[in-house]
Nanobody
Framework: QVQLVESGGGLVEAGGSLRLSCAAS????????MRWYRQALGKQRELVAT???????DYADSVKGRFTISRDNAKNTVFLEMNSLKPEDTAVYYC???????WGQGTQVTVSS
């Protein structure tokens, strides 16, 4: 059974940075596509970033140039480095392993103006 546990969310001022972590068990982050999604209050969940087994990455247009997805194979953990945060980045952020249909519990990110 694949389990994903996110951490690193919090309250930050606009322009600040946060680093989210997603610790995986039951599967290797290096051999599976891993994704970060977010869901703001009253809105649909949206895809934020993807990292493929090759190491290639892709981002939503709204976060390109500000967010970076990466992984630490030894720690079996995926990260989302978020810089130049804006109030519209406020959401619950979820880690996802699509091939397993696995989701984490989410971590709240709040950006104040």
């Amino acid at each position: 059974q694949v389990q994903l546990v996110e951490s690193g969310g919090g309250l930050v001022e606009a322009g600040g940075s946060l680093r989210l972590s997603c610790a995986a068990s039951g599967s290797s982050v290096s051999t599976n596509t891993m994704r970060w999604y977010r869901q703001a209050l009253g809105k649909q969940r949206e895809l934020v970033a993807t990292i493929w087994p090759t190491g290639s990455t892709d981002y939503a247009d709204s976060v390109k140039g500000r967010f970076t997805i990466s992984r630490d194979n030894a720690k079996n953990t995926v990260f989302l480095e978020m810089n130049s945060l804006k109030p519209e980045d406020t959401a619950v952020y979820y880690c996802n392993a699509p091939i397993f249909g696995a989701w984490g519990q989410g971590t709240q990110v709040t950006v104040s103006s």
